[in-house]
């Protein structure tokens, strides 16, 4: 069974997320779909914008953290360190770290962006 994961195509920080993510799904067990092609009326356009969508299978919805949880259970490689997402207060410091991370995604990838320019010059 196949997870579709929700991207922004037109953000930089979430297509370098999913180019490194394909690279470790050896099992194809991840579907990328980019939200603006989402066309379904079950998920709302304005939260799709702001935060990570996996979508099982059977329907369930994953959002921010626990999108990111699931993804790396899917992850061949990342699936035994995975489990530490499971301790009991790993998801509060799990949803604050990712909505650090979402608000300023846009100057991750532009440090990202010059410290790579900076070491191949």
């Given amino acids: 069974m196949v997870d579709i994961v929700l991207y922004d ?4 920080f979430c297509q370098l997320s999913k180019s490194i993510m394909e690279k470790l ?38 959002r921010g953290f626990y999108a990111v949880r699931r993804i790396l259970t899917r992850l061949p490689l990342l699936k035994i360190p995975s ?23 846009n100057r991750i990838m532009r440090l990202f962006k010059m410290f790579r320019l900076s070491k191949s010059g």
């Fill in 9 to 12: 195509e037109k953000c930089s």
């Fill in 25 to 62: 799904d050896w099992r194809k067990k991840l579907l990328f779909f980019p939200l603006q092609s989402y066309k379904g009326t079950a998920l709302e356009p304005e939260q799709l914008k702001l935060t990570l969508h996996v979508v099982r299978s059977n329907g369930r919805v994953y």
């Fill in 83 to 105: 489990i530490l997402c499971y301790l009991p207060f790993v998801p509060r410091l799990g949803e604050a770290a990712y909505r650090f991370v979402a608000r300023r995604r």
